[in-house]
């Protein structure tokens, strides 16, 4: 079982939007991409949705904050969790089985900026 979805890179860049649909039809027409995984919320919006763009995937939802997170696929992301926090991070989301096939966490880095490290389950 690999640690990531198939066809995904390690590292995918993360924008926090005002509206994910816009930014997905924006990037179908302008770039070919194709819609992944779109999370919708209760309020109707978008909690969570990916697009390839070639062979990149970005990563977008709706919400307030920095303009933009780091999302990093590995093979031990508990391991990367915990030297983060003795390097200083400040735990944003406790690692956690978050209901979408990944097991991920998230941090603020002493500098601000916010990596979600993640694994993919094992779906067998």
Same mark, same amino acid.
């Given at each position: 079982?690999?640690?990531?979805?198939?066809?995904?890179?390690?590292?995918?860049?993360? *924008?926090?939007?005002?509206?994910?649909?816009?930014?997905?039809?924006? %990037?179908? @027409?302008?770039?070919?991409? +194709?819609? *992944? /995984?779109?999370?919708?919320? +209760?309020?109707?919006? &978008?909690?969570?949705?990916? %697009? /390839? &763009?070639?062979?990149?995937? *970005?990563?977008?939802?709706?919400?307030?904050?920095?303009?933009?997170?780091?999302?990093?696929?590995?093979?031990?992301?508990?391991?990367?969790?915990?030297?983060?926090?003795?390097?200083?991070?400040?735990? &944003?989301?406790?690692?956690? +089985?978050?209901?979408?096939?990944?097991? /991920?966490?998230?941090?603020?880095?002493?500098?601000? @900026?916010?990596?979600?490290?993640? /694994?993919?389950?094992?779906?067998?």
């Amino acid at each position: 079982m690999a640690h990531k979805p198939d066809g995904y890179t390690d590292l995918a860049p993360y *924008l926090l939007v005002r509206d994910a649909e816009a930014v997905l039809s924006f %990037c179908e @027409t302008v770039f070919g991409a +194709e819609r *992944l /995984r779109v999370f919708s919320n +209760e309020g109707g919006g &978008i909690l969570h949705a990916e %697009c /390839r &763009i070639g062979d990149s995937v *970005l990563m977008m939802g709706e919400a307030k904050g920095p303009p933009a997170m780091l999302h990093l696929y590995l093979d031990d992301p508990d391991a990367a969790f915990d030297r983060a926090i003795a390097a200083g991070a400040e735990v &944003i989301q406790p690692m956690m +089985e978050k209901g979408d096939g990944d097991r /991920r966490g998230g941090l603020r880095a002493p500098d601000g @900026t916010q990596w979600f490290v993640a /694994r993919q389950l094992d779906r067998s």
